[in-house]
């Protein structure tokens, strides 16, 4: 009914829009809707690796160089981030987009910053543990969107928030 104003009454299914997203990118110019999702976490262990040590199950990735920093946030594919995401995605954190490493868990995935802000993937901060870590949504004037991450996915963002299921504590605003 966006697209069809000859189709539009009294009634309304609202679909993802309920999400503020778009259900294809048809809709974009006739409609503004703003996303009121966001998927956070908190990074529960931080460590230094060597050089060349091996990240999460089956050692996907390893740590180039020295000054990188390996931080574990409890997010895994039983909450609904895909495994298919794996050395493949980013997340924000202090307001800075950051590489996730390494295989993602069941239970925990891992991100990777290069402290000495050396890389592209470089916040020249050291991240803490308890610091919050933005897998959708805005941190500072950066922002990831279910979009965005169904892209990576060739799928669709109805699928991406949908599969973000009832072992994450929600919080509604």
């Known amino acids: 009914t966006i697209l069809h104003k000859d189709i539009q009454f009294d009634m309304v299914r609202v679909g993802i829009g309920l ?7 048809l809709t974009i ?3 503004d809707l703003q996303p009121v999702m966001s998927v956070r976490g908190r990074v529960t262990r931080v460590i230094y690796p060597a050089v060349g040590d091996g990240v999460s199950y089956g050692m996907t990735w390893r ?9 574990t946030v409890p997010i895994g594919y039983a909450d609904g981030l895909a495994r298919c995401l794996s050395n493949r995605m980013d997340v924000l954190t202090r307001g800075d987009r950051v590489r996730q490493v390494g295989n993602i ?13 050396t890389h592209a993937n470089k916040p020249a901060h050291e991240i803490r543990h308890g610091d919050v870590v933005t897998l959708i949504g805005k ?3 950066q ?10 996915r060739e799928t669709i963002n109805y699928e991406v928030v949908c599969n973000f299921g009832a072992r994450l504590d929600k919080v509604y605003i």
Do not use: W
Not at 19 to 25: E, F, I, R, V
Not at 105 to 117: L, S
């Open 19 to 25: 999400y503020g997203l778009h259900p294809s990118k």
């Open 29 to 31: 110019p006739r409609i």
């Open 63 to 71: 740590v180039p160089r020295n000054n990188i920093q390996v931080a």
């Open 105 to 117: 868990c069941m239970d925990q995935f891992m991100i990777a910053v290069d402290t000495a802000g």
């Open 139 to 141: 941190d500072g004037d």
């Open 143 to 152: 922002e990831i969107t279910a979009d965005e991450m169904a892209d990576l």
